[in-house]
Structures are given as structure tokens and as C-alpha cells.
């Protein structure tokens, strides 16, 4: 029955809200037009404060007991450094505060407001009030440590520093830590999003969203510039991050200071005066005024007035959300409509860059482009090089390649890992390539965002959208001054940047859509198909939109490079092969002849769908013919993650699963002759790569040795018929000498053309010869 009564209350809102809303998206757009025939103002200079004093401003309203608790600890932080000051300012209480701050505090100035003007225009008194460059807003529930100030005060580095934030911990501190002052935010389905990022590696001055309004030193100036806290967002919340992001659009910095702390009663003022509902109500009311004065880009502000009825219906029916809007919240906010007009007009006056580059540059890697001064030929590289899979042990061929690369690079380069895992205990194998590295980190890979059948991107790209990912992206190219950020195939390439100065690279270990194109030819059942067959056309879209966007993109073979060229022919210069695609060949002892008779070897992870469907088709199609000849042979199978036994025929002792093993050398010395049936995929097989270095003579499918062999018997046998395929066998078994100078071929080809060394050379050539492209550009 509650519910039933809401809705019905709720029927005159549900009528009224999308009149208000398209009033609403009007207006603000005859504002923009007006705004643009006015004309741009031209900004002021920007200067440096004085750092040498502060004055910190407290707001107070009826908290006379906290002022008791923490006033003594901002006291003893402010004193011995002649000009610091405190201001209080007096809300307009009712409980003697201000009178016991005169008799207790002497040295604190009082300003007393007759009524209560809220926070934002508490704050904006006391801005005024102040006597210093740099002011200290602090909240009347806010701890600080006696050497609180000073790192603030060093956070001021040049003339366009805005404001800095201290960080923020709870007095309890069990409790959990909602609040740290690193602040994020991000524009998603039509709205901001905000939240407080605990990183204890952020250990040094960092960018950040916004500083908080109850912690955090601000630029006197320039406060007083942008108008200080807009009375539009009163009583309370999102007047500090409404700041924050004029300041950002005007082009000033935000940063976090970590070495600043400061302990926080949560809400000890506003949670005593105020309902968790009222407190709600104002914020998703702020939300929607925080849209409508400072988002200026067109399809910004449309999707937030397509998206917000929508919202508001969804949080009638299923509850409300502080991330979606509510109808409550568009009503009252459309009564502030004139007020947000006007602050919209003053903030478009204001503003020096756009919306979606103010939204970049709090972002650690966006920052670190935009005020860094990067060498156009530094001495040493520093590269950033970010795996979705492990790379130790490297258990397939993509692990056996980025393994490679990496142990090559630390001769030339500073490395950085970044690596997802399935689970904790795939991180220890790293250590021995860890140790090589400038940096290693590691993120337990959790599920990506929901697949949608509908969605226009492929599935390999939502399995992997991951927000902690792209936090810790930008964080390293901060902290490690990354000239190089190296993706590691496609599903990484969402994380990509627009940067200016840092050089971005993608593997693309296989070409997807060409990879998913291949399987359609041996998949069954229409409803599998058909799911295949959209998931080609999604992939076969994003890649080829996304490729153009990186520096260089790196292909296995001229094979895929070419393949790639026929869809898109402009990409040319953006392409490169055999940079990526190698091994190191002296790891891999040569042996020619003296091998077990009649063993064939097969070898792949079989979490690859192309191994598991090569296998099949191996010892169901191929294999009987080998043992119609050779009764005796045995095909030994190896790798991880291995089918059960059953799934494969009962062909007794010819069938050899082993599984996982630690040395792959061991069987690649051993057997007679190396298998690789691939019918589909791209890119190159490293295990071919490692059997040619090994010796052991190959027989393959067309498209398992692409870019490495096209003409039959030169390298390896070549076969795509079951049949041929085991006679191909057959005949390495009864030709052991032919098979042999094959082999010996093989091992030259490799050498010549695949050996990982060379290849490094050549890629940290590319890596140079980009960023000097880009940097002597700026």
C-alpha cells in the first residue's frame, strides 16, 4: 500500500517533469546562443600566491562543540609562523559559539553573520575576511596534525596551481574510508559520478578531481575569481566540487597532497542538524544544478536530458539511487532555473578549455601530458607495458612473446608492468621478470561490465572494462614519468589516451574480427553462429575504428599486416610487423635427428579456443590415418589447461595427454615431428617459432604456419586436408634425412628473421622515432 500511495502522489510529477525538462534544455541552449554572439572574454593572468603565511577559515553553525574538540589542534598547527591567521566564521548560531571562541581563543578572529548564510556562503565570508594568499578551509569537525600546513604550502609549485588537498582520515579508524580528499569524478549515462579514491601508492603531490571544501588550501585569488561557492548549490554539498571543475575549465590544477593529514568527524555538523533523506534530496538536486551550469559541450548536456526523465522514472519504480535523479530533484531544480542560467553564463565567461579536456586533465597520465615537459630524445626510456593476461610462466604463445619482449626491453628501456590476473597466486611467478623492471603491479581481474547483446562493442571489450585498471594506467604514468605506454592486444586499447607526448603502442597479437571470421567456418548450431556472426561485425567495427587512434600498431606478420591493409589502406603508415613477433632463439637448444621415432607433438594452451578446436580436429580426423600406416605412433599432448580424457577417441596408447609441463624443450628434443592443424585464429604461432629454433620438423595447416611459411616443404609441411595432413607425417617419419635439412632451414629463417634481440632493436627504434615526431610537434 506505501507504494502504491507514492506512485499515485508521484502522477502529477510524471506529468509535469517532461515539460519541465525540455523548458529546461531550451533555455539553457538560448543561453549558450547568447552567450556565443556576446562573445569570449579574454582571462586574466594568472600569478602565484605568496606562500610564506595562511589564513585558515572555519564555518560554523551551532557547533560549539566541536569547536571545543578540534579548534586547539588548528591552534597549535597555525602557531609560530608570524602572519598565519584563523577566522571563524559564525553562521548565525544560536549556541554561544562565538562568545566562546572570543573568551577561550583570543588569538582566532570571529566574523559573526547575522543569519545562516550556509556553508558555501559561510565559506565565502570568510574568503573574504582573510588577509593571506592561500586559505585554508577547514570544516568545524576536522582534526589536524601540527605539521599539516606546511606541505600544503609546497603544493602551491607555480602560478597555476588552484588548490591543494589534504588527506583526509576518519578519527575511527575502523571505519571504512569513504572520504581520503584524492578525489575522482567521470561523466557517465548523462551525469557526473564522483567518488574518493584510497590508494596508498599515491604517495607524492597528485591531480586530482576537485579539493574538499573542508580540507583543502585554496589560492585566495583566484577563489575570489570564479565567485567563490555558488549560492546556486546551497545549503550544502558539491559546492567544493562545482569549484573544483571551474577551476579545471578555467586551466588551472587541482592537486592531493598526501603528506597533509587531517582527521574528519564525517558529517559531524550537517549529520546532526539534517535527515539522511533531506541530505539525499539536496544532493541529487545539486547533481542536476552541477549539469546545468557547467557542462557546455553539446552532446554532454543533451545525453543528460535524455537520460534524466528516463532516470527519475527508474528510481520511482525501483528506488532511489544516488546516482540516477528522481523526480523530486528535477522539480526543485527547475525552480532554480533562473539562478542556474546565470551561473551558466558565468561559468561559459570563465572557462578556457573544453568539458571533455577538463575531465581528462585531473587523470594522472592526462596531467602528467599536459604540464610535463618531456625530452624529445631521452636517455633512457621509460615504457609502461600492460598485459590482460600473465605473463609468467609463460604458458602460450602470447605470454611467450610479451615474456620475451620484456626480458629484451630492460636492456634498452626502464620497464613498468602492468598485469591482470585471475587469481593471487598467478602473481608470484613474476618475480624473476619483476626484478628486471622499474615497476611491477598487479590487478586481480574481477568481471567487466554486464555483456549486452545489444551493445555496439564486441564482447572482449566489455569483459575487460575495468575502472581500477584505468586508475592505475594513469597513476604509473604519473609516478613513473612513462614516455611509452606498450597495449598488449586489443581489449587493452580501450585504455588509450589522447596524449600529446606519451607514445601508444598495440600488439595486436591476433586480429580479432579476422580471428572470430575464421570460426564461423567450423562452428554448428544457427543460434551459436548467429551470435558469431554479430560479434564479427561488432569487432570487425571497433577495431578498425580504434586502430587509427594509436601512434603505431604492431602486427605479428606481413600476412596480418596486409590482411589488415585491405580494410583499411590509410592505416599504412601506421602499421608495423616483425617487432613484436619473435623469440629469443639462443634459449632454445638445436637439435637435429636422434629423435623418438614415430612421436608426434602437439602444444598449446587450450584455453584458446583455436588449440581446442585444432586438437579435435587432429585426433578425430587426422590421426586415424597416421596409425593406418604407423600402428605404433603416438601423438604427445601438451599444455595448459588440457581437455578431459574423455572428450577425445579411445585410440589406446596413441594418445599421450600429459598437460601443463615446466620444460617445453625437453619434448621439443624428443619427438619426431611437430604438429600444428590450426584452422583458425591470426597472427603467429610462437610454437612454431620455437619448434623451428628447436629443430624438430613441422607439419602444418596453411593458416597455423600464416606469416611464417606459404611455400609446402621449405620451412615446414604444409596441408589442410586430414588426409594430406598425416601423409605429411608420415612422410617426416619415413624421410628422417629430408625432414632434417627442413628443419635446419627452419632454424635459419628464425634466426634470420624472427630472433626476439633484433626485434627489440627495431621496436625501441619505433618507440623513438614516435615520440620525437610528437614532441618535436608541441
Known amino acids: 500500500m506505501p507504494t502504491v500511495l507514492r506512485w499515485v502522489r508521484a502522477i502529477p510529477l510524471v506529468l509535469l517533469c517532461p515539460i519541465l525538462t525540455a523548458l529546461s534544455f531550451v533555455v539553457l541552449l538560448a543561453t549558450d546562443l547568447f552567450w556565443w554572439i556576446a562573445g569570449k572574454r579574454r582571462a586574466p593572468e594568472d600569478t602565484r600566491p605568496n606562500t610564506q603565511r595562511a589564513s585558515v577559515v572555519i564555518p560554523n553553525w551551532n557547533g560549539r562543540d566541536l569547536l571545543e574538540k578540534y579548534l586547539p589542534s588548528v591552534v597549535t598547527a597555525m602557531a609560530g609562523r608570524e602572519g598565519n591567521e584563523i577566522v571563524v566564521v559564525d553562521n548565525g548560531s544560536t549556541d554561544g559559539s562565538a562568545e566562546y571562541i572570543k573568551s577561550s581563543f583570543p588569538e582566532v578572529r570571529v566574523v559573526e553573520l547575522p543569519k545562516n548564510l550556509g556553508f558555501g556562503g559561510g565559506s565565502n565570508a570568510g574568503f573574504q575576511a582573510a588577509k593571506n594568499d592561500i586559505v585554508v578551509l577547514l570544516n568545524s569537525d576536522m582534526r589536524v596534525t601540527p605539521g599539516f600546513l606546511q606541505p600544503l604550502l609546497d603544493g602551491f609549485t607555480d602560478e597555476r596551481v588552484f588548490a591543494v588537498s589534504c588527506q583526509i582520515f576518519f578519527s575511527d579508524p575502523n571505519k571504512q574510508r569513504e572520504e581520503t580528499g584524492l578525489t575522482q569524478a567521470w561523466w557517465e549515462n548523462g551525469g557526473l559520478r564522483v567518488r574518493h579514491r584510497d590508494d596508498a601508492a599515491v604517495d607524492e603531490l597528485f591531480p586530482c578531481f576537485y579539493g574538499g571544501g573542508g580540507s583543502c588550501a585554496f589560492d585566495r585569488r583566484k577563489f575570489l575569481e570564479l565567485g567563490g561557492f555558488d549560492e546556486l548549490l546551497k545549503p550544502f554539498y558539491l559546492e567544493d566540487t562545482d569549484l573544483g571543475y571551474m577551476a579545471w575549465k578555467r586551466g588551472w590544477k587541482v592537486l592531493y597532497q598526501p603528506a597533509s593529514h587531517v582527521y574528519h568527524e564525517h558529517r559531524g555538523t550537517i549529520g546532526k542538524k539534517f535527515t539522511r533523506q533531506h541530505i539525499d534530496s539536496v544532493i541529487q538536486k545539486n547533481l542536476l544544478l552541477f549539469v546545468w551550469k557547467n557542462i557546455h559541450e553539446p552532446l554532454r548536456i543533451g545525453s543528460h536530458f535524455l537520460f534524466a526523465f528516463p532516470s527519475a522514472l527508474v528510481s520511482l519504480v525501483f528506488g532511489e539511487n544516488l546516482e540516477r535523479t528522481n523526480l523530486g530533484a528535477m522539480a526543485r531544480a527547475f525552480l532554480q532555473l533562473p539562478g542556474a542560467v546565470h551561473a551558466r553564463w558565468r561559468a561559459r565567461s570563465l572557462a578556457q578549455i573544453s568539458d571533455t579536456e577538463a575531465f581528462r586533465r585531473p587523470l594522472g597520465g592526462y596531467f602528467a601530458d599536459r604540464f610535463h615537459k618531456f625530452a624529445a630524445e631521452p636517455d633512457r626510456l621509460r615504457v609502461l607495458f600492460i598485459s590482460p593476461y600473465p605473463i609468467c ?51 586481480v581481474r574481477l568481471e567487466g561490465q554486464t555483456r549486452s547483446f545489444g551493445s555496439v562493442e564486441p564482447h572482449a571489450i566489455h569483459e575487460y572494462a575495468n575502472a581500477d585498471l584505468e586508475w592505475l594506467i594513469h597513476r604509473q604514468i604519473y609516478k ?69 587512434r594509436f601512434d603505431s600498431v604492431q602486427l605479428c606478420s606481413r600476412a596480418n599486416r596486409d590482411f589488415l591493409l585491405e580494410f583499411a589502406p590509410k592505416l599504412a603508415g601506421q602499421t608495423t610487423d616483425r617487432v613484436r613477433a619473435g623469440i629469443t632463439v639462443s634459449h632454445y637448444p638445436l637439435r637435429i635427428g636422434g629423435r623418438t621415432p614415430h612421436t608426434m ?140 635439412r627442413m628443419a635446419e632451414r627452419a632454424r635459419e629463417e628464425v634466426k634470420r628473421n624472427w630472433d626476439m634481440p633484433v626485434l627489440t632493436e627495431r621496436l625501441v627504434g619505433d618507440y623513438r622515432r614516435v615520440l620525437q615526431q610528437k614532441r618535436l610537434s608541441i
Not at 689 to 713: K, Q
Request: aromatic content about 10%; overall charge negative.
Open 601 to 740: 607433438l602437439f602444444l598449446g594452451s587450450f584455453r584458446h579456443q583455436p588449440n581446442a578446436e585444432a586438437l579435435q580436429w587432429f585426433v578425430h580426423r587426422s590421426l586415424p590415418y597416421v596409425l593406418e600406416v604407423c600402428p605404433d605412433a603416438r601423438a604427445v599432448i601438451i599444455g595448459s589447461d588440457p581437455p578431459p580424457r574423455y572428450s577425445l577417441p579411445d585410440l589406446g596408447e596413441a594418445i599421450d595427454l600429459r598437460g601443463y609441463v615446466d620444460d617445453i624443450q625437453v619434448p621439443l628434443a624428443e619427438c619426431a615431428v611437430f604438429v600444428c592443424p590450426i584452422l583458425s585464429g591470426s597472427g603467429v604461432r610462437v610454437k612454431l617459432l620455437e619448434a623451428f629454433a628447436s629443430g624438430i620438423p613441422v607439419v602444418s595447416t596453411r593458416v597455423g604456419a600464416e606469416g611464417l611459411a606459404d611455400r609446402d616443404g621449405e620451412v615446414c609441411f604444409l596441408a589442410d586436408d586430414p588426409k594430406e595432413f598425416a601423409q605429411k607425417i608420415i612422410r617426416v617419419f619415413q624421410d628422417p634425412d629430408g625432414a632434417d
Open 393 to 443: 610462466p609463460p604458458v602460450h604463445g602470447g605470454a611467450v612473446f610479451m615474456y620475451q619482449t620484456g626480458r629484451e626491453l630492460t636492456a634498452h628501456a626502464e620497464l613498468h608492468l602492468i598485469v591482470l590476473v585471475d587469481e593471487p597466486k598467478e602473481i608470484p611467478p613474476h618475480k624473476e621478470l619483476e626484478e628486471r623492471c622499474g615497476s611491477a603491479n598487479y590487478l
Open 480 to 548: 613513473q614519468r612513462i614516455d611509452v605506454v606498450q597495449f598488449e592486444y586489443l581489449p587493452m586499447a580501450q585504455y588509450r589516451g589522447e596524449f600529446r607526448q606519451i607514445g601508444q603502442f598495440l600488439f595486436e597479437h591476433d586480429l580479432y574480427f579476422q580471428s572470430i571470421g575464421r570460426q564461423l567456418a567450423h562452428m554448428n548450431g544457427s543460434v551459436k553462429r548467429l551470435a558469431a556472426q554479430y560479434e564479427y561485425l561488432r569487432a570487425l567495427r571497433y577495431e578498425l575504428k580504434t586502430i587509427p
